[in-house]
């Protein structure tokens, strides 16, 4: 065959290649981010999770709800980095009792009798009739994030109230292990399903102290968040948003829009980010300076690795720093460096492989 054919059948082969790779990348993705709650699994792709708020299908620390924050706003994200929202608060009874209607703060009503079933996912009401654009879930009483066994954040200061499992004993029951916070205003903060609980009873937190990492405890079909805004005493949730629609708020116990700007912010903390460099010393090349650091005041561990893979901890030290290890002729090494903040966040970096050089030091100057 000629050779222009040839060729342009290459490049029809090469574009058949990245359409595959630019349509399987995102779907695996979206993967991780399944709709929770006590019903079943559903397969979707990015393209078609619908937007649970008005502003996306994703939570990144940026949107905006063109509302204004009540007086006693207090409220920041509870994690950090961009996450699918899975599941809103249902102002039309969120009590889990199933009424067959979702109601958002803004308004925007998805039901059974008008949208029906969503097509994709019969759990969720369309706001439309067969359209893409379902809300979830019906008597949910917070908001659904899909985190996937992740560092959660303290969502504002206070102290600790419950830091175990919701029902005791239970592991499939409700929220499984639970923390709920106690913000000193009428109001608690609620985290369930989490994998790892890292605070206790009566602990003070900060704002965006990591508090425990997600999961899938209790009742969830994927791992996942929820969070919620509860009065304490038994009174009942409330919309961290409040309510923007027409008419009166239809669920009469919330207090307003809760988000610290009146959009949802992640907390502002100093996230480490380590950089690790390591080289031989010029005049003793079995010598290795090692040098570390990351942005605000973290505490690292910095580890040796052998050409044989074993990992053993050499220096614990505070602050960005540097120190001269000694190898062994002949031998190569890296160096693997993790830090934490005060708040609990953590990074880890490696260096490049050193080898040292098998001649002794009389042998390289000779
Ligand atoms: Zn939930």
């Not at 399987?24 to 937007?51: C, D, E, F, M, N």
């Not at 629609?245 to 809760?258: E, H, I, K, T």
């Not at 010393?281 to 010598?287: G, H, I």
Request: proline share 7%.
């Amino acid at each position: 065959m000629n050779s222009s054919v040839f060729w342009l059948m290459r490049v029809l082969a090469l574009f058949f290649t990245l359409g595959l790779l630019l349509l399987s990348a995102p779907a695996v993705q979206a993967q991780t981010a399944l709709p929770p709650g006590p019903h079943k699994p559903i397969k979707y792709t990015r393209w078609a999770y619908p937007s649970q708020v008005t502003y996306g299908p994703i939570e990144t620390g940026g949107g905006d709800t063109g509302m204004a924050p009540a007086r006693g706003a207090f409220l920041t994200l509870p994690f950090m980095g961009p996450h699918y929202i899975t599941s809103i608060f249902d102002h039309c009874g969120p009590d889990y009792s199933v009424s067959g209607r979702v109601c958002r703060y803004d308004g925007a009503v998805a039901s059974k009798s008008v949208g029906g079933p969503d097509p994709t996912f019969d759990a969720g009401y369309a706001q439309t009739p067969g359209g893409h654009d379902y809300l979830y879930y019906s008597g949910h009483d917070g908001y659904d994030y899909g985190l996937y066994y992740e560092p959660v954040a303290a969502s504002a200061p206070g102290r600790v109230m419950l830091a175990d499992w919701l029902v005791p004993g239970c592991t499939t029951c409700l929220s499984g292990k639970t923390i709920e916070i106690n913000h000193g205003n009428g109001l608690l903060t609620f985290y369930g399903h989490l994998s790892k609980i890292l605070v206790s009873r009566g602990q003070y937190v900060a704002r965006g102290q990591v508090i425990g990492i997600s999961g899938m405890t209790g009742t969830a079909t994927g791992p996942h968040l929820h969070f919620g805004v509860y009065h304490i005493n038994g009174g009942g949730p409330v919309d961290p948003y409040g309510w923007s629609g027409p008419g009166a708020d239809p669920w009469s116990r919330d207090v307003g829009n809760l988000w610290l700007t009146g959009s949802p912010r992640y907390a502002t903390v100093q996230m480490p980010s380590v950089s690790v460099t390591a080289a031989t010393q010029v005049d003793d090349p079995n010598n290795i300076d090692v040098s570390w650091s990351s942005p605000g005041d973290m505490s690292f561990t910095i580890y040796v690795v052998t050409r044989h893979g074993t990992e053993r901890a050499w220096i614990g030290h505070r602050g960005n720093g540097s120190a001269t290890f000694a190898g062994k002729p002949g031998e190569n090494y890296w160096f693997w460096v993790t830090a934490s903040s005060d708040l609990g966040w953590t990074d880890g970096a490696g260096s490049a492989v050193i080898t040292l050089s098998h001649m002794s030091h009389g042998a390289v100057s000779a």
